[in-house]
């Protein structure tokens, strides 16, 4: 008991202060929440306004149908592309592959027709002729396959397609982001995807172009009649004159006489040498597979398939390792670059209303970037060429510094 009451008189006693609020008064001008009975006067004629209000933001905004055509046509010009870019792709990787395995199968053969005019008469013999012999053989159709194909060319092809159809992918952007677009925007944004699609076709048989025609052409990836949006500028005779005609006629007159000359020129010497190349190849590889049926017969004969196998491999390593057929092709574009700025220059001077061309002083601009110049430097052109003409003499300069 004692104990009990020492410990309880030495508790301690805590307690725990909180300080009181103030109490807050709020002044009698705090609007009150409305009751259900101010809610239930609001009508619909109260909201009628506002949905007025978005209708017309939504009738304004409405995208025109000319829009929503070359939309259409955007999507599709940006799937060519892309299926362009993977054919383009994989027909470089069968220029590398049908290279390389034909040439191991012509080196492989050739072997064999030199270890077999070592080996005596026999079983070993005969199988040694008739390996080398079908390896030719083989080699031989290979090469037909490949070089009436071209692959390089084909890849070069669909290179070139691949960049006209984002050039053109990016004009109709350009329109779009211009706004305004027109029935006759459509229907030539058509024309240049069907003119690319003929020009630049993606399967091979029945459509692929012909790789050995008889005269060099420049390629053609745009329609026949070109349709030039008609710029809204407030220009003197929308920025044409006459000093700016005769400017361009005497550049169309360089292209001509300079430009377009020198690619077909290289264009027909390119064409001969891949023609060349494409006959001998198979030829030699022929000779070969039916000289190496002789092997044995006499010290010399293993001479002829040894020989013609080697020379082939050299000439197959040539024309597709140099891809000659690429070549060609580069300058079929480059002759189709100038004929389209030919074509575009020509079309725009024979119209007379200076008001339905596009704007002159655009136009130069275009032309010269095109040419890889300032502006200055194709009037430089222009004037040289005039006096050049003047004096009977030929121009010493090509048109475009590009290529």
């Known amino acids: 008991m004692i104990s009990s009451t020492i410990l309880s008189s030495k508790r301690v006693n805590a307690a725990i202060h909180v300080p009181k609020l103030p109490r807050l008064n709020f002044p009698s001008s705090v609007p009150k929440i409305p009751t259900s009975k101010h809610v239930e006067g609001l009508t619909f004629t109260d909201s009628a306004p506002l949905l007025e209000n978005n209708n017309n933001d939504l009738s304004n905004s409405t995208i025109s149908n000319s829009t929503l ?19 383009g792709d994989q027909r470089d990787n069968w220029n590398t592959l049908l290279l390389n395995n034909i040439n191991m199968i012509t080196l492989t053969a050739a072997t064999l027709a030199g270890v077999a005019a070592t080996t005596g008469a026999g079983a070993p013999l005969l199988a040694l002729k008739l390996s080398s012999s079908l390896l030719f053989s083989a080699a031989t159709g ?7 194909i071209q692959p390089s060319q ?3 092809e669909q290179r070139n397609a691949t960049r006209l159809f984002k050039q053109l992918k990016a004009q ?14 459509v229907k030539s944004s058509m024309e240049k995807v069907l003119a690319l699609d003929k020009a630049y076709p993606l399967p091979l048989l029945g459509a692929m172009l012909d790789k050995f025609p008889a005269k060099f052409e420049p390629a053609v990836w745009w329609p026949n009649t070109q349709f030039q949006r008609k710029n809204d500028s407030k220009t003197e005779r929308n920025g044409w004159s006459e000093e700016l005609e005769m400017e361009l006629r005497e550049v169309v007159e360089v292209v001509k006489r300079k430009d377009i000359e020198d690619y077909e020129r290289l264009g027909n010497i390119a064409l001969k040498i891949n023609k060349s190349l494409a006959i001998a190849g198979p030829l030699l590889t022929g000779i070969a597979a039916v000289g190496s049926a002789f092997v044995g017969n006499g010290s010399l004969a293993a001479i002829v ?47 007379k209303d200076v008001e ?6 655009i136009m130069e601009m275009k032309m010269a970037l095109k040419l890889g110049r300032s502006v200055s430097q194709l ?4 004037s040289k060429s005039a006096s050049c003409r003047m004096e009977g003499i030929a121009v010493d300069e090509f048109a475009s510094k590009l290529f």
């Open 154 to 156: 084909l890849a070069e």
């Open 356 to 361: 339905r061309r596009e704007n002159g002083e």
């Open 172 to 185: 109709i952007e350009t329109t779009i982001a211009l706004g305004n677009p027109t029935e006759e925007d």
């Open 379 to 382: 009037r430089e052109l222009a």
């Open 142 to 148: 290979m090469l037909l396959v490949m070089n009436k």
């Open 305 to 351: 398939p040894v020989m013609a196998g080697s020379l082939a491999a050299a000439i197959n390593a040539f024309e597709h390792g140099g891809q000659v057929g690429m070549v060609f092709e580069m300058y079929r574009n480059c002759g189709g670059f100038f004929k389209l700025l030919e074509e575009t220059i020509e079309t725009t001077l024979e119209e």
């Open 69 to 87: 055509q070359l939309y259409a046509i955007l999507e599709a010009v940006s799937d060519r592309v892309e299926m362009h870019k993977n054919i």
